[in-house]
């Protein structure tokens, strides 16, 4: 099994065996490679400085054996000893809460709701990215672009009220590492929309010298190396990087 | 303004005017007195002692200006000292985290993660109880009570493991006042889906017990006209123990 550090690994097919189960106390992430779910996860195991091991599926050939990791088969799948955690928010939330490191998650009651409201609007947007990167046309492309300016248009409100630079205020927390993933992925494909918008550039300029970041961060060149494999219905595109 | 104790006022409708800005320090809830979302948040203020103040919003004749209290137009909303905060989980959330009594969150990292992973799982089931409750035919009936049960059997399971009586153990917490609301609402209209689920049955009975279950109870049968009133399309089922 690899680790995080080699996560470049195939990822597994419906044909594919189930990998043994994990070490004691090891903690292994099921995930796919450019899946901005399973990126939020390793962003925050990254900031907690938490070990793990990487099992990437293919989400287009999903291994039978996957549905007892994960009912609805979904990722990311958290497994350690035996137990599972699901839901990308739901993971996130327990790594911080059950592993030492820096606290990520905001401690003062009305502002942790406020965030939590922001990436309630902010999911309702990120729907936009697939619309732009998987869509059929131009219409597509267009309603893209504004459903995620929709959304941009709230976090820039909230960045310049809370005065920044990250939504959780002056370092990055939960809740920034739960919003970036979507935006490195349209930073990458339509960067015009960001620079629209002066708060946002900066939270996304600032987010790129932090260092669980740059541990879990892909080329613009590589997402839209995926997307454009991606959107020809190649069911291998989450392998571009192992097989080109 | 009616207090909560006095929460039969009439729902406000699309004519109506705004209601004048909560007094200082007052909690005011925006919601409507049969949604299972609202029954969350008021079940968490009841359990928690803390007193606010109710103002009913008819969902089917919206005021105008109720827009700038919720974005979404979605109910429940809380309002202090002009500060607003939406979505159901989030107001729950943050009144136990903001005020003092009984702490209503587990603590435990990994119990925690394991009632969310159950309550998204039971968001999923609870779409049965709108199929079935205003569903078009016999076949919405049936559709919705399947939908219903697979929810019933995951939380069955859940209390078959943690032994129960509640969701958070031998205390009702966080958790049992988000789930119970559509529970109470399915008990009224199909109680033979929860005679099938021994453990299930138990924690419904042992719920009629609890204080904040009694305070914000309403019967069956009021459950039941109001249904019939909301289903046959009338805009004012709402407001069905004011004008009966």
Known sequence: MKSHQEANSVHLRNDSDEPSSPGKDVLRVYGMKFCPFTHRLKLVLAAKGVDYEMVNINLKSKPKWYSSKNCDGKIPTLEVNGILITESDVTSEYVDAAYKGKTLTTTDPLKRAQEKMLLVQWGKSTSGYYKYAFGNDENDKIQGSMQIKEGFEKVEKYLKENGGPFIC?????????????????????IPIVISQFERLQEFYDKMQSDPAVQACRHSNELHRAFIHKASNGDVDACDVCVSD
Do not use: K, M, N, T
């Open 169 to 189: 205020g002056s370092e990055p927390g939960l809740a920034d590492y739960v919003l970036y993933p979507h935006l490195e992925r349209i930073a990458a494909i």
